[in-house]
């Protein structure tokens, strides 16, 4: 999907290169200047004793003596002299580039603290459970934003959130909604306070649990992943599972929750990964849920029961903020009973400095509906004869997603693709399709005649 590996490659053996060649010309220096020390000594004698005698002076041993210990001493002094010179060329050089990154940092770091300084608003406090408790008997937690206006980078004119007024409060389900790139990554960094607002107020009352749109896990088992730090309350744990819809895989494992995911997660797939760091999220017993996007990972049935059971069901009493892309039309019906749908429809696209735009490290100011495009668009210029998408329109909106199968169509017509996806809408232009479960395959075949199959695997995600 990302298509980097040669020209990384590329990049990383035009660097060499350069290295290499200074790295030559450094050592030839540095031998060149070794093997001259001891001809300059020598030499330097020679032309001495030759001038010595021309000019008729008397040759006595103290007089030599004493000159092969004048040159000696030179001859160390001035190694000495060139590898003091080397190394302080190399030392300088490594503090350049130490210096250069660490004002990097510190510049950053200043112009948020100017940015926050210089808002004529606050920008608002995050107050703990039990700070609020002994203030107010309610007990009512929840996020406010009131005409926030933020951006990521502080040196761009436009603001990616214009005037912003959201409240999230307790059994209160929020979802986000838009379009890739219309602002609803940056309102939750908001909320999580990873990006400084430039006006407005900030309020978010209690304590946070997050679940990300890209799923982490680390080395361990998959309890480990899910409890997280937190007291093991083996009753809790089952429900977690069971409302993530992580029975059927644990059960699939020979070693149940004890089993290792290894290394970033190499044992569980997409959607499995996703549902783990959803139970991570709702495992902890938190006031204030920011759920981004979870069910682009999963399919229409699991997304279905995640929705019903985990968030409509196990966090009926919690704040919940759900930020999803236009609505499944499995899920049309089901969003009605959310108690507020956000569409930021006027908000600024995050990318607006158009194809200039730059790109933080790890395309931190782009939202991963919008790094999918991008790895989309570097696949498609590529123009190779066989491409391979997986989950590569997961995190952006259907009428986006439709016009990219469009795209596909026309641009990788003499070429074979492969594609990757949960959605049946992605597929369903497909010439064949293969179905598989368990590790098997269960269906494969034109579109038409799975569809036509009354009791098929295929068919029946689409009923």
């Given at each position: 999907?990302?298509?980097?590996e040669?020209?990384?490659?590329?990049?990383?053996?035009?660097?060499?290169?350069?290295?290499?060649?200074?790295?030559?010309?450094?050592?030839?220096?540095?031998?060149?200047?070794?093997?001259?020390?001891?001809?300059?000594?020598?030499?330097?004698?020679?032309?001495?004793?030759?001038?010595?005698?021309?000019?008729?002076?008397s040759?006595?041993?103290?007089?030599?003596?004493?000159?092969?210990?004048?040159?000696?001493?030179?001859?160390?002094?001035?190694?000495?002299?060139?590898?003091?010179?080397?190394?302080?060329?190399?030392?300088?050089?490594?503090?350049?580039?130490?210096?250069?990154?660490?004002?990097?940092?510190?510049?950053?770091?200043?112009?948020?603290?100017?940015?926050?300084?210089?808002?004529?608003?606050?920008?608002?406090?995050?107050?703990?459970?039990?700070?609020?408790?002994?203030n107010?008997?309610?007990?009512?937690?929840g996020?406010?934003?009131?005409?926030?206006?933020?951006?990521?980078?502080?040196?761009?004119?436009?603001?990616?959130?214009?005037?912003?007024?959201?409240?999230?409060?307790?059994?209160?389900?929020?979802?986000?909604?838009?379009v890739?790139?219309?602002?609803?990554?940056?309102?939750?960094?908001?909320?999580?306070?990873?990006?400084?607002?430039?006006?407005?107020?900030?309020?978010?009352?209690?304590?946070?649990?997050?679940?990300?749109?890209?799923?982490?896990?680390?080395p361990?088992?998959?309890?480990e992943?899910?409890?997280?730090?937190?007291?093991?309350?083996?009753?809790?744990?089952?429900?977690?599972?069971?409302?993530?819809?992580?029975?059927?895989?644990?059960?699939?494992?020979?070693?149940?929750?004890?089993?290792?995911?290894?290394?970033?997660?190499?044992?569980?797939?997409?959607?499995?990964?996703?549902r783990?760091?959803?139970?991570?999220?709702?495992?902890?017993?938190a006031?204030?849920?920011?759920?981004?996007?979870?069910?682009?990972?999963?399919?229409?049935?699991?997304?279905?029961?995640?929705?019903y059971?985990?968030?409509?069901?196990?966090?009926?009493?919690?704040?919940?903020?759900?930020?999803?892309?236009?609505?499944?039309?499995?899920?049309?019906?089901?969003?009605?009973?959310?108690?507020?749908?956000?569409?930021?429809?006027?908000?600024?696209?995050?990318?607006?400095?158009?194809?200039?735009?730059?790109?933080?490290?790890?395309?931190?100011?782009?939202?991963?509906?919008?790094?999918?495009?991008?790895?989309?668009?570097?696949?498609?210029?590529?123009?190779?004869?066989?491409?391979?998408?997986?989950?590569?329109?997961?995190?952006?909106?259907?009428?986006?997603?439709?016009?990219?199968?469009?795209?596909?169509?026309?641009?990788?017509?003499?070429?074979?693709?492969?594609?990757?996806?949960?959605?049946?809408?992605?597929?369903?232009?497909?010439?064949?399709?293969?179905?598989?479960?368990?590790?098997?395959?269960?269906?494969?075949?034109?579109?038409?005649?799975l569809?036509?199959?009354?009791?098929?695997?295929?068919?029946?995600?689409?009923?």
């Amino acid at each position: 999907m990302f298509t980097w590996e040669k020209p990384f490659a590329k990049l990383v053996e035009n660097a060499r290169k350069e290295e290499m060649s200074e790295i030559t010309k450094a050592n030839f220096c540095r031998i060149s200047s070794y093997a001259c020390l001891d001809c300059y000594q020598k030499l330097s004698v020679f032309l001495c004793i030759l001038i010595a005698v021309l000019n008729n002076e008397s040759l006595t041993p103290q007089y030599v003596f004493a000159l092969l210990i004048i040159y000696d001493t030179l001859r160390r002094t001035s190694q000495l002299w060139s590898s003091a010179l080397i190394n302080n060329s190399e030392l300088m050089a490594s503090l350049r580039r130490l210096q250069h990154f660490l004002l990097l940092d510190y510049e950053k770091s200043h112009i948020m603290s100017t940015l926050l300084e210089q808002s004529p608003a606050p920008v608002g406090t995050f107050v703990s459970k039990s700070e609020y408790q002994m203030n107010n008997d309610d007990q009512t937690f929840g996020v406010s934003l009131s005409n926030v206006t933020a951006k990521w980078d502080p040196k761009l004119s436009k603001s990616s959130l214009t005037d912003v007024t959201v409240t999230a409060t307790s059994g209160k389900l929020v979802a986000v909604v838009g379009v890739a790139g219309g602002g609803k990554s940056t309102l939750l960094q908001v909320m999580l306070k990873e990006i400084p607002i430039s006006s407005g107020n900030l309020g978010v009352t209690g304590s946070l649990s997050y679940a990300p749109q890209e799923p982490w896990v680390f080395p361990g088992t998959l309890r480990e992943n899910i409890v997280f730090g937190e007291k093991m309350d083996n009753r809790k744990f089952q429900e977690v599972i069971k409302v993530c819809c992580l029975e059927h895989d644990i059960s699939r494992f020979a070693y149940g929750d004890n089993t290792l995911v290894g290394e970033k997660g190499v044992m569980l797939s997409g959607g499995q990964k996703a549902r783990v760091s959803l139970a991570r999220a709702i495992y902890r017993d938190a006031d204030v849920y920011l759920l981004d996007d979870p069910l682009s990972a999963v399919d229409v049935h699991v997304a279905n029961r995640i929705f019903y059971e985990c968030i409509r069901g196990y966090l009926r009493n919690k704040c919940v903020v759900l930020y999803i892309m236009k609505c499944w039309s499995d899920l049309d019906y089901s969003m009605t009973s959310v108690e507020r749908v956000i569409e930021y429809t006027d908000v600024t696209p995050e990318a607006s400095g158009g194809l200039e735009s730059e790109i933080l490290e790890g395309g931190s100011n782009f939202s991963v509906g919008q790094r999918q495009l991008l790895c989309l668009v570097r696949a498609i210029l590529k123009n190779a004869k066989i491409v391979a998408l997986d989950e590569a329109t997961a995190s952006v909106d259907l009428e986006t997603d439709e016009m990219i199968q469009r795209t596909i169509r026309r641009k990788f017509k003499n070429s074979t693709v492969l594609t990757i996806a949960h959605r049946t809408d992605t597929v369903m232009d497909s010439d064949k399709i293969l179905v598989m479960d368990a590790g098997s395959v269960v269906e494969f075949g034109n579109t038409e005649d799975l569809l036509r199959g009354p009791d098929g695997c295929f068919s029946g995600f689409n009923e």
